[in-house]
Nanobody
Framework: QVQVVESGGGLAQPGGSLRLSCAAS???????????MVWDRQAPGKQRELVASITSGGSTNYADFVKGRFTISVDSAKNTVYLQMNSLKPDDTAVYYC??????????????????WGQGTQVTVSS
């Protein structure tokens, strides 16, 4: 099984910055190789929406509403993705979720594909 853990949320003022982290890790004795890592978010009363994604090859994709303000990056060796959020707006207030799809390599030689989700981290932008 793969565990996905987000961190870095909190309170920021409008125009401020926050950096979110998301680490995907496999159980002892297995290795997880991700294909994509994705950040999405859900604000109260709204549907979940894609924020940004990145592939293992480094290709990125951003929602229009964060282009020029947010940057997604990855440390492949650590299976960790980062979301640098600048010029934050009150509309960015939401729970931010990380999910990852990839393959888990087990010690017995088996390989399992899957998509895994974190529990989310709250981001609040308010003065």
């Amino acid at each position: 099984q793969v565990q996905v853990v987000e961190s870095g949320g909190g309170l920021a003022q409008p125009g401020g910055s926050l950096r979110l982290s998301c680490a995907a890790s496999a159980a002892s004795g297995s290795i997880y190789r991700f294909n994509t890592m994705v950040w999405d978010r859900q604000a109260p009363g709204k549907q979940r929406e894609l924020v940004a994604s990145i592939t293992s090859g480094g290709s990125t994709n951003y929602a229009d509403f964060v282009k020029g303000r947010f940057t997604i990056s990855v440390d492949s060796a650590k299976n960790t993705v980062y979301l640098q959020m600048n010029s934050l707006k009150p509309d960015d207030t939401a729970v931010y979720y990380c999910n990852s799809d990839g393959w888990t390599h087990y010690g017995d030689g088996t390989i399992e594909a899957g998509r895994y989700w974190g529990q989310g981290t709250q981001v609040t932008v308010s003065s």
